[in-house]
Structures are given as structure tokens and as C-alpha cells.
């Protein structure tokens, strides 16, 4: 699996963006893919995830409302729309997937138990 994470850039408050995770060898809709997120001097987080086969999803408290993860089969992609973007939001994110076959329908949101990560893609929410 080599994951491609695209479509960060500097958004202004309030402003949206939509994330790209694409696959250009393997079926993504069979893996789990988790969402994560760094800001700089700050923890890794997951900030979403969806399950295989177009699954159960799961968002963290802070985004919830406003961001939606979504699959694309015909494109092979997940995507992460970024609605209503706050400064807090600013960091480096990035896409990954799970062992397929271990978690069913449904996706970890713990990050270590993602085996493939994609390059990150940065955020800037900035006026």
C-alpha cells in the first residue's frame, strides 16, 4: 500500500478545504482509513476514520459537525472535507490503513494500529 495524502494549502477561518487520500496499486475500500493530524510541538491525533467496505465512521469531539470522511471507489479515494476551519486546525495531516481483515466494518482510531501511512499534506488556517 503507498497511500498519497493531498489538498492541504492556507485557508482563511471559516474557509473549507477537502483532503485526498489515494491509492494508485491497491482497493482502498477494503482497508480502514484513519485520518491523523500534528501540529507542531503537539501529539499526533486522530481526527477520523472510516471502516472497509464503506463502513462505520468515527470523528473526534473537536470536529465533529464539521469535518466528513467519505469514499470514492470509482476514484479509489477517501476523502477528508474540512468545513468551517478554525486556527486550531492548523497541522500536518495525514492518511493511513490498517491491516485488512482485523477490525471488520468498523476502523481503529488509535494511530498505532494503522500499518500504512501516506506523506502528510499541510493545513494553514490563518487570516
Known amino acids: 500500500v503507498q497511500l498519497q495524502a493531498f489538498g492541504g494549502g492556507l485557508v482563511q477561518p471559516g474557509g473549507s478545504l477537502r483532503l485526498s487520500c489515494a491509492d494508485s496499486?491497491?482497493?482502498?475500500?477494503?482497508?480502514?482509513i484513519g485520518w491523523f493530524r500534528q501540529a507542531p510541538g503537539k501529539e499526533r491525533e486522530g481526527v477520523s476514520c472510516?471502516?472497509?467496505?464503506?463502513?462505520?465512521?468515527y470523528y473526534t469531539d473537536s470536529v465533529k459537525g464539521r469535518f466528513t470522511i467519505s469514499r470514492d471507489n470509482a476514484e479509489n479515494t477517501v476523502y477528508l472535507q474540512m468545513n468551517a476551519l478554525k486556527p486550531e486546525d492548523t497541522a500536518a495531516y495525514y492518511c493511513?490503513?490498517?491491516?485488512?481483515?482485523?477490525?471488520?466494518?468498523?476502523?481503529?482510531?488509535?494511530?498505532?494500529?494503522?500499518?500504512?501511512w501516506g506523506q502528510g499534506t499541510l493545513v494553514t488556517v490563518s487570516s
Open positions: 472510516i471502516g472497509s467496505s464503506n463502513g462505520s465512521t
Open positions: 493511513a490503513a490498517a491491516v485488512i481483515g482485523r477490525f471488520g466494518n468498523t476502523c481503529p482510531k488509535e494511530g498505532y494500529l494503522y500499518d500504512y
Open positions: 496499486t491497491f482497493t482502498l475500500d477494503n482497508y480502514p
